[in-house]
């Protein structure tokens, strides 16, 4: 199977600026696109940005200009760079991975990391 370990949370005070990383491993052919997304108590999980492996980027209108996406085929990774933080950016974010797992099959699957807590605060 596959694993994505998230690592880089913490407390960042408003304005402030925090880099996410996420490292998938294991049974990995290939890697389509990889994506971060993020959970509040009582909300719905919800995209924040994602990545393709040609590099092409998309990100939720409340982080446009804010956050930015990169990530490393060679390294099967992916991060999260994330400036002027807001109180509202508090959430538990989740690194999301679609992956092919076999030579022999072609179909992909989706992984989930197990999240890192991200609080905005004073």
């Known amino acids: 199977q596959v694993q994505l370990v998230e690592s880089g949370g913490g407390l960042v005070q408003p304005g402030g600026s925090l880099r996410l990383s996420c490292a998938a491993s294991?049974?990995?052919?290939?890697?389509?696109?990889m994506a971060w997304y993020r959970q509040v108590p009582g909300k719905q999980r919800e995209l924040v940005a994602t990545?393709?492996?040609?590099?092409?980027?998309n990100y939720a209108d409340s982080v446009k200009g804010r956050f930015s996406i990169s990530g490393d085929n060679a390294k099967n990774a992916v991060y999260l760079q994330m400036n002027t933080l807001k109180p509202e950016d508090t959430a538990v974010y989740y690194c999301?991975?679609?992956?092919?797992?076999?030579?022999?099959?072609?179909?992909?699957?989706?992984?989930w990391g197990q999240g890192t807590l991200v609080t905005v605060s004073s």
């Open positions: 294991g049974s990995i052919f290939n890697i389509s696109n």
């Open positions: 990545i393709t492996r040609g590099g092409s980027t």
């Open positions: 999301y991975a679609v992956v092919r797992t076999s030579t022999y099959y072609s179909g992909y699957f989706q992984f």
